[in-house]
């Protein structure tokens, strides 16, 4: 059945948006995409209800709304990766990043007790999943990494306050069953 896009519904057309976003879209901004006195509000509602425990999903982040495969159906190099796998070492480094942020190429080799080399951050950097956010000061002024907006994505993460603190992820029963 084709529907001619003049005749489409309001929820269709919002969804269709929200499909095609490669970013979150705020509802003002969907608003003025839609016919005047468009109820954006009341479209998303219905349509993050239709998807709601689908392996597709509305995510609101950032004061908006976009649709998106849900993230803990996928396999985990497909969350994480930019096309391609990361290495265990750099999931472990990934990990330290992410609940010790910001922190230094020395405070991550501390904390996981390994010597480790730039080429493991450099390619966390390049698949956009962590940044420098800045120095240390002191002798070297050490490059300090930090998780970006990208990693919460490829995670489904909502926020940073939704990973475990370190001292839950060491009690976490990891072992097979």
Known sequence: MTIEPLFATLDQRIEAALFA?????????????MPAGADVAGAIERICAFWKGRGIEVVHEGGGYMMRARAELLPA??????????SEQAVATLAVIAMHQPVTLKQIETVRGVKLGRVVLDALVDAGLVEVVGRRRGTGAAAAYATTAKFLERTGLSSLSDLPTPEEAFSLDLSDR
Do not use: Y
């Not at 705020?26 to 995409?33: A, F, G, T, V």
């Not at 190099?77 to 990361?86: M, Y």
């Open 77 to 86: 190099e497909a969350r994480l990766g930019s096309g391609r796998r990361l």
């Open 21 to 33: 976003a490669s970013r979150p879209l705020k509802p003002e901004r969907l608003s003025e995409m």
